[in-house]
């Protein structure tokens, strides 16, 4: 049903949903991975590079990569606060997104920090990953919270 909010400008408030089918495709690894609590991404053996998120071919030598398991255990490379977000994560703001550095990974990796005090988030603290245990086959089923 439509509401009106205002009539100069008109202003209309109108339910609105798709049905969007996506195929992770060749780096869909990382996700049904997830599901036995492993962190895979892919590297090039050819170039010694470990990527996350993963690339099926490495963007360097165009060859296939190979997956790999990692720690996802890292540090904070840097970060900033959402006051504003997607309609999904409204009710948990304000969050802060990260940036970080991964054992093993030579790309950094953008998530979601999960943490109790925000303020004590800084550049170079350690972080781990952490796995969702009802997995939605998203981006946001993986996110870092601080560790030690
Ligand atoms: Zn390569």
Partial sequence: MTEVYSIDPLIIKTPYEITYK???GK???FFTSLSSGKLMTTRCEHCKVTF???RADCPNCLRETKW???SGKGTIHTFTTLYFSGEKFLKDLPFQLVYVDLEGVDTLFLTRL????MKKVKVGMK???RISKELEWRSSDVWAEPYE
């Fill in 22 to 24: 996506h195929s992770y």
């Fill in 127 to 129: 972080i781990r990953m």
């Fill in 68 to 70: 790999v398991e990692i």
């Fill in 52 to 54: 996350l998120p993963p």
């Fill in 114 to 117: 999960k943490t109790k005090d």
């Fill in 27 to 29: 780096t869909s690894k």
